[in-house]
């Protein structure tokens, strides 16, 4: 990507960030428990537990926001569905005209969000290439589960994340997000406000020393079973 590009790319994310940093400061508050934990580095992969379309918002600017300022390549490379918010997908019902006027731009909108689009219903080996080169260029966030919790617990973790973790060796960074139900439920279209979020970052890791072949589907199972334990020590006794 040519360095002007880039750099568009750092701007609108900057300003995405600015306004995702409003809306999870001051019109509903957010508190961070492990701040002591929070590394700023390349080749480092965020996990988190996932309940709405935005989790990875108040993921990445809590974690990252204001420093990812100047840290262009700070901000974490996301990995969201291409139906939903490369084709228009989120706007559904009464919003499905917005969604046709939209759809044109949201591919150029998000990709300079840093979002790598994934097709949904296979698994999608061209996008975990292309995660293992975002952990190159800097960081990486991404939902294990492969898809939103509709009771709001801890599901099963996908082997894709086993994949990505096996190949490019990253330094892993947990983190378990609370009250974002609240913020939007499902069938929800606009976030509401007012609401109190809890993000609880567990201590880095690593699973350089896995046993088995870094190719097997086993070992990739293996390493995901073990992010998810992991994500789970962070979850309220509630869930």
């Known amino acids: 990507m040519p360095f002007r590009i880039r750099w568009l790319s750092h701007l609108i994310t900057v300003a995405f960030g600015f306004l995702s940093w409003v809306f999870f400061r001051v019109l509903n508050r957010t508190e961070i428990i492990g701040k002591e934990n929070i ?27 204001p420093a990812a300022i100047l840290k262009p390549w700070l901000p974490p490379f996301h990995m969201p569905d ?11 019902g009464n919003l499905r005209l917005l969604g046709k006027i939209i759809s044109p731009f949201a591919g150029f909108l998000f990709a300079h969000l ?8 296979r698994q999608d080996v061209g996008a ?15 939902f294990p589960e492969g898809t939103r919790s509709r ?7 996908r082997e894709g994340v086993g994949y990505i973790i096996a190949q ?15 913020v939007m439920p499902v069938g929800c279209k606009i976030p509401r406000i007012g609401k109190r979020i809890t993000i609880k970052v567990g201590q880095p890791f690593t699973c350089t ?26 979850a309220p006794e509630t869930t």
């Not at 840093?114 to 219903?121: E, L, R, T």
């Not at 975990?128 to 991404?142: D, P, Q, Y």
Request: hydrophobic fraction near 40%; proline fraction near 4%.
């Open 39 to 65: 590394i700023h580095q390349k080749r480092l992969l965020i996990v988190s537990n996932h309940v709405t379309l935005i989790d990875s918002f108040v993921v990445g600017t809590k974690l990252f926001f």
């Open 82 to 92: 291409e139906r939903n918010f490369f084709r228009g997908g989120l706007f559904r």
């Open 114 to 121: 840093k979002c790598i689009p994934v097709k949904s219903g």
């Open 128 to 142: 975990l290439h292309k995660a293992n080169s975002a952990l190159e260029e800097g960081t990486l966030h991404i």
């Open 151 to 157: 009771d709001g617990k801890l599901g099963k973790g």
């Open 168 to 182: 490019a060796q990253p330094t892993i960074l947990p983190v378990y997000v609370t009250g974002m139900n609240d």
């Open 209 to 234: 020393d896995e046993p088995g072949d870094l190719r097997s589907r086993d070992t990739w199972c293996r390493i995901t079973q073990k992010v998810m334990a992991e994500i789970a020590v962070l």
